[in-house]
């Protein structure tokens, strides 16, 4: 069974950073090839922002967050990161992991189908 569990949300005053985690477990046997990173904000739906392709560490981001956060990941502890910084009010959502393995036809890497699995989230509240 594979798990994603996220981890290092809180709350912090506009301008500053956190960093989250996304811890894969059943890593052993379950090698996911691309990774993403989605929110929700209160009252819209989740959307994707930030993208992790394993093989290569090639990253994509949508430009609500470019040039702010970074993803990351350490392949040896199966584990993704999210550096978050310069962070806004409009940051405040609930941030999730997403895992998925290769597809013949690729992925389109903001679409939440194209992902196998998902963490539960962790909130991260932004104040002014």
């Known amino acids: 069974q594979v798990q994603l569990v996220e981890s290092g949300g809180g709350s912090v005053q506009a301008g500053g950073s956190l960093r989250l985690s996304c811890a894969v477990f059943?890593?052993?046997?379950?090698?996911?090839?691309?990774m993403g990173w989605f929110r929700q904000r209160a009252g819209k739906e989740r959307e994707a922002f930030a993208h992790i392709d394993c093989r290569n560490g090639r990253t994509a981001y949508t430009d609500s967050v470019k040039g702010r956060f970074t993803v990351s990941q350490d392949s040896a502890k199966g584990t993704l990161y999210l550096m978050m910084n310069s962070l806004k009010p409009e940051d405040t959502a609930v941030y999730y992991c997403?895992?998925?393995?290769?597809?013949?036809?690729?992925?389109?890497?903001?679409?939440?189908?194209?992902?196998?699995?998902w963490g539960r989230g962790t909130q991260v509240t932004v104040s002014s």
């Open positions: 059943g890593y052993t046997y379950y090698t996911p090839i691309y």
């Open positions: 997403a895992a998925t393995s290769d597809r013949p036809d690729g992925i389109d890497w903001t679409a939440e189908a194209d992902y196998d699995y």
